[in-house]
């Protein structure tokens, strides 16, 4: 398969995927929280609090900035045949895909995020990076430029969420 293919693929799962977060997570944290966090490891439960006031239209703030981020580099791969660049981009995407249905399991109810996770992102990714093996993209130099890409979307990702915490 092309890796156009999956690039366009990348693009529709991750705008799904965002999409659910964005509808579920204001009635998550006002509904379901409450009732979970005692479940909840304190260290992360402190840092979850942080976001129990979030709305809706913040936390689409704090995705569309990292999606601004996100499409840069997948158009710079697409000019440039750096497919190291898209490597990272979906391995910092996949480190977010694991947490929903784990979290999901932990707790024992619905977690923003974890249907798209389960039913396009997980199958996706078995996919993606078998392919992205068999054709000779995933050597030990894009793996490296892959793992500098996710070093470099982690203080974006943290940037983000300070955008959108400022949003009213």
């Known amino acids: ?17 965002n999409l659910e977060e964005i509808i579920t997570v204001e009635k998550w944290i006002q509904k379901t929280y409450p009732r979970v966090c005692d479940k909840i490891p304190s ?12 709305t809706s239209a913040q936390f689409a703030v704090v995705i569309f900035v990292l999606s601004v981020f996100i499409s840069a580099l997948i158009l710079i791969t697409v000019m440039t045949q750096h497919y190291y660049l898209f490597l990272g981009v979906n391995l910092f995407f996949a480190l977010n895909i694991f947490t929903h249905p784990l979290q999901s399991l932990y707790l024992r109810c619905y977690t923003p995020g ?10 996706y990714y078995s996919l993606f990076f078998y392919r992205f093996h068999h ?26 969420h300070k955008i959108g915490e400022k949003w009213n």
Do not use: C, R
């Not at 293919?5 to 995927?17: A, C, K, Q, R, T």
């Open 43 to 54: 260290v992360i439960q402190k840092e979850l609090n942080n976001y129990k006031d979030i």
């Open 1 to 17: 398969m092309d890796i156009y293919i999956w690039i366009i693929s990348f693009l529709i799962i991750f705008m799904l995927h």
């Open 114 to 123: 974890v249907l798209t996770s389960l039913l396009l992102i997980i199958p």
């Open 135 to 160: 054709t000779n993209l995933l050597t030990m130099n894009s793996i490296l430029g892959g793992i500098a890409v996710m070093v470099f979307l982690l203080p974006v990702f943290l940037l983000s």
